[in-house]
């Protein structure tokens, strides 16, 4: 079964930091780029970062460049978001999913697969 | 930067009608390869997103097929030929042409 798994949510104050992790079986994790996106109920649905299938190039939306991290660990299935200096607009429902594939050339079919997600509060 | 804009933001619906949403990016979606780098999710009410349609018109796979995407360039449009009540949710727009993605600010389908 294809399938991620998030972790690594809770609460912290303002300024501090998080690591969320997520989990991939059930296909090729190497051979795909991923993205992370987050919700929230005001602003709705935002990608927050991308990170090409070997680690090689990472993207980030605006508002948390120098703050966040995206990485991944293909050894281990795994993808990874870092994220320092939290403020409260970073309060979200953070999901991550599989991105385009890679063997070679790009094919692109959705974000066809997501986690069911891990809850960031930023609060005092 | 992208700019998607759907319209409605609301939509009532009443089963058994079709429905209709429309979705407007800022700049072209098609790339030049031909394609056009727009997708359709629902997020369902305490449910993780789901994509309907990607590159404006594939239905992703097992979803029914009254969900349809057409348009091209900067207009496009999500049609349900019949709604049924399990559609309620919140369905989003995306542009796939940048990295990292846009999306619309979703439009809420519930029962009328």
Known sequence: EVQLV????????????LRLSCLAS????????????????????????NIEHDGSEKYYV???KGRFTISRDNA???????????RA???????CARDRLVTGRHYYYGLGVWGQGTTVTVSS | DIVMTQSPLS???????????????SQSLLHRNGKNYL???????????HLLIYLASNRASGVPDRFSGSGSGT???LKISRVEAEDVGIYYCMEALQTPQTFGQGTKVEIK
């Open chain 1, 89 to 95: 607009e970073d309060t979200a429902v953070y999901y």
């Open chain 1, 6 to 17: 998030e972790s690594g949510g809770g609460s912290v104050q303002p300024g501090g930091s």
């Open chain 2, 39 to 49: 997708d359709w999710y629902l997020q369902k009410p305490g449910q993780s997103p």
């Open chain 1, 62 to 64: 605006d508002s948390v």
């Open chain 1, 76 to 86: 281990k299935n795994s993808l990874y978001l870092q994220m320092n200096n939290l």
């Open chain 2, 11 to 25: 939509l009532p619906v009443t089963p058994g009608e079709p429905a209709s949403i429309s979705c407007k990016s």
């Open chain 1, 26 to 49: 059930g296909f090729t994790f190497s051979s795909y780029w991923m993205t992370w996106v987050r919700h929230t109920p005001g602003k709705g649905l935002e990608c927050v970062a």
């Open chain 2, 75 to 77: 207009d496009f449009t």
